[in-house]
Structures are given as structure tokens and as C-alpha cells.
């Protein structure tokens, strides 16, 4: 299954809106339990990844409510609602639906 | 709280081989599958590999089948990625990662490989 993401790159003002998308090549919507296999993450220098969404859009404990997931089968979107300094990272999204997971190649966010 | 700690990175030759290791602490390794991401220079995170949480089921990406394998030993709390036949292709950052709930949501520090003559 491959990921694609776009943009590769975003800029956008503080206080502003961020959406980063994701195009998987197959579905990832498993009928039998109606979930969507997908997460986003987001990594800052020298840091290791850090899980914020789930199931598409389930949102992991402790990560602000600014940050949202949408979408299902094969595109899928990550929304920032109001940009803040620290959100300035790296975004991947990852498929965990086949047995070879695969992430999307990433998205860098910037401020303006 | 839950601790991940990669070893046995380093500078290895083309052709080489490494061990890499995580020790896991802080909660019941035995119980999660196991996974090995690996992030080349200034690149973008790669699945490596994962391994079930007995160790019966391997599963590896197309670029490293046949050259790295996985294993665990759950009596040491702790995972295993055997490199063999390393090309300057596997200069990486290799983090080890685990899914506790339902993917992968803890993640140690990272352990820097780098091929090269």
C-alpha cells in the first residue's frame, strides 16, 4: 500500500488553519469493524515520532483538541485549527491496515 | 513509566554486518508486537519490521528481506534487528517501537547506523 501526501511543504500563520492530506492507494476501511487503519504522527527534530490520531480520527490521550482527523477508505486529512508555535514539526500519516505498514513520505509545517 | 532504549548502532563497511537493541521497561514486553522504523538522512520515517508478541510471526519490508531478521527474547525484556550485508542504502536513524493499544504509540530514542567505507 503506498501513502501519498500533500502538500510536501506548508506555511501558515500563527492563530491560522493547517490540513495536510493523505492518499492511500488502497482502501483502508476494514468492513467487519468499520475502522479506518490509519494514524498520523507528528516528529520535531531530533525527536522520535509521536502518535496524535488513530482509527483516522481518534485522537490520542494527552494531544490538544486543536488536532483533528478526518476521511476514510483512501483519503484522509489531518486539520490544525489554530495554528500554535510548537506545532511546527514534521507530519506523517501511516497505514497499519497490511501486514507491511507504510508511512507517507511527510509533510513539513512551517510558520509564516 | 514505559522506557525504550535502542543500542548497537555505529560505523559499519558495506557489506558488514550489526546488531541493533531495544530493552524495553515498564510494563509486560511479552504482551505487544514489536517494530523497527528506520529514518535515512533528512529523509522520511520507513517500516522496517515487526514481530509478534511471541515471536511467531515476522514481517519485513522488500528492502531488507532476506538481509535483516527480528527476533525478541521476552525473558530479557528486550528486541533484536540482526543486519547482514549492509549497503550505505541502510544509513539510518533505527528506532524501535512498540504498539501498546493500536499502533504504534511508544517509541525509543533512536540508534544511529551508517554505512560507509
Known amino acids: 500500500i503506498v501513502m501519498t501526501q500533500s502538500p510536501d511543504s506548508l506555511t501558515v500563520s500563527l492563530g491560522e488553519r493547517a490540513t495536510i492530506n493523505c492518499k492511500s492507494s488502497?482502501?483502508?476501511?476494514?468492513?467487519?469493524?468499520?475502522?479506518?487503519?490509519l494514524a498520523w504522527y507528528q516528529q520535531k527534530p531530533g525527536q522520535p515520532p509521536k502518535l496524535l490520531i488513530y482509527w483516522a480520527s481518534t485522537r490520542e490521550s494527552g494531544v490538544p483538541d486543536r488536532f483533528s482527523g478526518s476521511g476514510s477508505e483512501t483519503d484522509f486529512t489531518l486539520t490544525i485549527s489554530s495554528l500554535q508555535a510548537e506545532d511546527v514539526a514534521l507530519y506523517y500519516c501511516?497505514?497499519?491496515?497490511?501486514?507491511?505498514?507504510?508511512f507517507g513520505q511527510g509533510t513539513k509545517l512551517e510558520i509564516e | 513509566e514505559v522506557q525504550l532504549v535502542e543500542s548497537g548502532g555505529g560505523l559499519v563497511q558495506p557489506g558488514g554486518s550489526l546488531r541493533l537493541s531495544c530493552g524495553v521497561s515498564g510494563l509486560i514486553f511479552s504482551r505487544f508486537w514489536m517494530t523497527w522504523v528506520r529514518q535515512a538522512p533528512g529523509k522520511g520515517l520507513e517500516w522496517v519490521a515487526n514481530?509478534?508478541?511471541?515471536?511467531?510471526?515476522?514481517n519485513y519490508v522488500d528492502s531488507v528481506k532476506g538481509r535483516f531478521t527480528i527476533s525478541r527474547d521476552n525473558a530479557k525484556n528486550s528486541l533484536y534487528l540482526q543486519m547482514n550485508n549492509l549497503g550505505v542504502e541502510d544509513t539510518a536513524v533505527y528506532y524501535c517501537a512498540m504498539t501498546t493499544m493500536v499502533t504504534l504509540d511508544k517509541w525509543g530514542q533512536g540508534t544511529q547506523v551508517t554505512v560507509s567505507s
Open positions: 501511516l497505514q497499519y491496515f497490511g501486514t507491511i505498514k507504510t
Open positions: 488502497n482502501s483502508l476501511l476494514y468492513n467487519s469493524n468499520n475502522k479506518n487503519y
Open positions: 514481530i509478534k508478541y511471541d515471536g511467531s510471526e515476522e
